[in-house]
């Protein structure tokens, strides 16, 4: 099983940013995705989740409003679209996946509820 997130990049505060988290060796029938972030110094944060069986999602109240995960069926990708970016969003982004299906969201939130995690992508966002 592999997670590759790439699109990570150096942007301005207001800008926008596209990653994409791309799942290969699992199926994805009935997972969920989830995308954390990690500052300097700082724990491993939850952004937003998303189940792939029926599109739900969830996400961190630091990020509503602002970012939207999706799903690309063709491609077996999941997408974070992150618009208003401020300087306080700058962190190393990780996807995670896990392939057993769970519908309380009240635990996507959690590191452990993901078997598989991807390789960071870096984000930062000038003031």
């Known amino acids: 099983v592999q997670l590759q997130a790439f699109g990570g990049g150096l942007v301005q505060a207001g800008d926008s940013l596209r990653l994409s988290c791309v799942a290969s060796g699992m199926s994805l029938g009935s997972a969920v995705v989830g995308w954390f972030r990690q500052a300097p110094g700082k724990e491993r944060e939850f952004v937003a989740a998303?189940?792939?069986?029926?599109?739900?999602?969830y996400y961190a109240d630091s990020v509503k409003e602002r970012f939207t995960i999706s799903r690309d069926w063709s491609k077996s990708t999941v997408n974070l679209q992150m618009n208003s970016l401020k300087p306080e969003d700058t962190a190393v982004y990780y996807c995670?996946?896990?392939?057993?299906?769970?519908?309380?969201?009240?635990?996507?939130?959690?590191?452990?509820?993901?078997?598989?995690w991807g390789q960071g992508t870096q984000v930062t966002v000038s003031s």
């Open positions: 998303m189940a792939w069986y029926n599109s739900r999602t």
């Open positions: 995670a996946a896990d392939p057993v299906r769970n519908v309380d969201t009240r635990t996507w939130s959690r590191p452990d509820s993901y078997t598989y």
